[in-house]
């Protein structure tokens, strides 16, 4: 069936650091892939989006590429800040779907 | 936000009591959905509504019933908790279209003793 894989964290890093977060997906078909980020106590927002392939997402300095030959969709931040402390989840829906398939998650850390 | 109201915030309870969890929204969106997240399982999805009276069963459906009887509420009920229902559950919305994301509410933190 269809997933998402994430790596598996928290992932601490210092203000400033480049971040990745490694998410694979196994889909039957062309998903629409999603980052979405936690902030404790919070639900989840939507970070970015792609909806085909070699598309790229991008919002407040992130940005993820939806990689269609290597099934990956990986986020990325050249330098994280203190407040981008939290939870991401990478998620897929398929086509024609209400469903949407979430990985794991990811904590990630920043320190000062 | 898509306007996801989910109420109450925090709720402790007592095994074999029913539980009933409420999500109101304000966008008139056709879909709504109740997740149950949990440490190492990310979100899993519980049960969804396609319209009003239009529900069915998610990935983790046992022990939980829904009713959809406006557009803008969605009710999660537990007949009869227990402590493996002890979660935060998320409410989301959209409008159908598989490249739109969901939208979601705050949670709701349910503890079981």
């Known amino acids: 069936g269809n997933s998402v894989t994430q790596m598996e964290g928290p992932v601490t890093l210092s203000e400033e650091a480049f971040l990745t977060i490694n998410c694979t997906y196994t889909?039957?078909?062309?998903?629409?892939l999603f980052w979405y980020v936690q902030y404790p106590g919070e639900g989840l927002q939507l970070l970015l989006k792609a909806t085909k392939a070699d598309d790229k997402g991008s919002n407040k300095g992130f940005e993820a590429t939806y990689r269609k030959e290597t099934t990956s969709f990986h986020l990325e931040k050249g330098s994280v800040q203190v407040s981008d402390s939290a939870v991401y989840f990478c998620a897929l829906r398929m086509d024609s779907s209400y469903k949407l398939i979430f990985g794991s998650g990811t904590r990630l850390l920043v320190r000062p | 936000d898509a306007g996801i109201t989910q109420s109450p915030r925090h709720k402790v309870t007592e095994t074999g009591t029913p539980v009933t969890l409420r999500c109101h929204q304000t966008?008139?969106?056709?879909?709504m959905y109740w997740y149950r997240q949990d440490p190492g399982h990310g979100l899993r999805l519980i049960h969804y509504s396609y319209g009003v009276k239009d529900t069915d069963k998610g990935e983790v459906s046992d022990g939980y019933s829904v009713s959809r009887s406006k557009t803008e509420d969605f009710l999660l009920t537990l007949e009869s908790a227990t402590s493996s229902q002890t979660s935060v559950y998320f409410c989301?919305?959209?409008?159908?279209?598989?490249?739109?994301?969901?939208?979601f509410g705050d949670g709701t933190r349910l503890s079981i003793l």
């Open positions: 966008e008139n969106h056709r879909y």
């Open positions: 989301a919305t959209d409008g159908g279209a598989s490249n739109q994301p969901q939208h």
């Open positions: 889909a039957t078909g062309y998903p629409s």
